[in-house]
């Protein structure tokens, strides 16, 4: 069984991450049911690049890992989660306090869940925009994840006759 910790505790637990913390990432916000969660970046003297502007590695990580950890929390034990890829296209330059949102319906959820039956490998695109204090987007990610039906759970070749 795979460690499922409660949207408060798992907060704490990330903002207190050194690799998110020395970046200045903070994530704000969990919903109590994991379908949605919002991250913010602050600028920083440890998190600006050459010209002054958030670093771009820093808004890309500021939304790495959040809708893996949210399907393995919304999907349960029976699904193996995977980030498969991803990109970032960088818009304008992040200054301030920039944010991220994810959300994830209940029908997104079951759609993957009906995909994944029988052992399916699915993969989704889940697009991500990191805006600044005024709303203007200053990045979009798209993360791709893989979704798959546990091994122990897909339908045998003897049970299928």
């Known amino acids: 069984m795979a460690w499922r910790p409660s949207p408060r505790m798992f907060r704490i637990i ?5 690799p998110f913390r020395g970046a200045g990432i ?11 969660v919002r991250v913010e970046l602050r600028e920083g003297l440890l998190n600006r690049n050459f010209v002054g ?6 808004l890309f990580s500021m939304t790495d890992p959040f809708y893996m950890i949210m ?3 919304l999907l349960g034990d029976d699904y193996v989660v995977w980030d498969q890829a991803a990109e970032i296209e960088y818009l304008k330059p992040g200054r301030g306090t920039v944010v991220a949102r994810f959300c994830l319906t209940p029908s997104e959820v079951d759609s993957l869940k009906e995909a994944a039956e029988g052992g399916q490998r699915v993969l989704r695109d889940f697009p991500i925009e990191v805006r600044d204090a005024g709303g ?7 993360k791709r994840l893989y979704v798959r039906q546990k091994k122990r759970l897909r339908e045998s070749p003897a049970a299928a006759a």
């Open 136 to 142: 203007e987007i200053v990045a979009r990610v798209v």
């Open 53 to 58: 502007t958030h670093f771009g590695g820093s």
């Open 26 to 36: 903070r994530v704000r916000f969990i919903a109590s049911d994991w379908s949605e």
């Open 14 to 18: 990330v903002n207190l991450w050194p």
């Open 71 to 73: 399907l393995l929390q």
